[in-house]
């Protein structure tokens, strides 16, 4: 079955790494629990352009290349490749420099395990290309992807994050959330 991962805060801790970066290049001191919303001005206490602005710059620098796992996620993508054929889907930039360090820091947290890499542009809908997948199993941390996602026949998982806590409530049925990857992998694999 194939079970496609956004990359960022589901399988490698961005917001952790974007945080030190601000610390350190922008003398910033955002809250260390994270975004409370979709809004990173909001966190960052600058404007929407300056924060769209700094995450280009984010992504585009030496410190992208060195995101550190998500706690659970590399025991859960271990045992999720046998038997599974595991895809990434990503929107982070789509410039060649910014694909290679992508790659290269999800090959050195997780190893050979991804058949393909898939990087967008920021803010690019994921929609028609997870239409272009066969349904299978499809993970999160947008609440918009996740519902492009059961749209697109996947069966859906979102991981709650601080930034999107507040969809929760209203959610639709069809998308399951999860706090600890260990629930993801008992669910696909009927534990």
């Known amino acids: 079955m194939n079970i496609i991962l956004d990359c960022d805060d589901v399988l490698l801790d961005w917001i952790k790494r974007f945080r030190f970066f601000c610390m ?92 393909t890499v898939q990087c967008l542009a920021l803010g690019e809908s994921k929609a028609a290309h997870l239409r272009a997948f066969d349904p299978g199993i499809w993970i999160e941390d947008n609440y918009k992807h996740a519902v492009a996602g059961v749209e697109a026949g996947h069966r859906t998982f979102l991981r709650r994050r601080p930034h999107n806590a507040s969809l929760e409530a209203a959610s639709i049925p069809e998308i399951t959330w999860f706090t600890e990857w260990s629930e993801v992998v008992a669910h696909i694999e009927g534990v």
């Open 24 to 115: 350190s290049e922008r003398f910033l001191d955002p809250d260390e629990v994270g975004p409370g919303s979709w809004s990173m001005a909001e966190w960052l206490g600058v404007t929407e352009d300056e924060a769209f602005s700094m995450i280009q710059d984010f992504n585009a620098s030496h410190h992208f290349a060195f995101l550190d796992a998500v706690d659970g996620a590399q025991e859960a993508i271990k045992r999720l490749s046998r038997g599974h054929t595991l895809h990434v889907l990503t929107a982070c930039a789509k410039d060649a420099e910014t694909i290679e360090r992508r790659e290269l820091n999800l090959q050195r947290e997780f190893g050979p395990v991804f058949w």
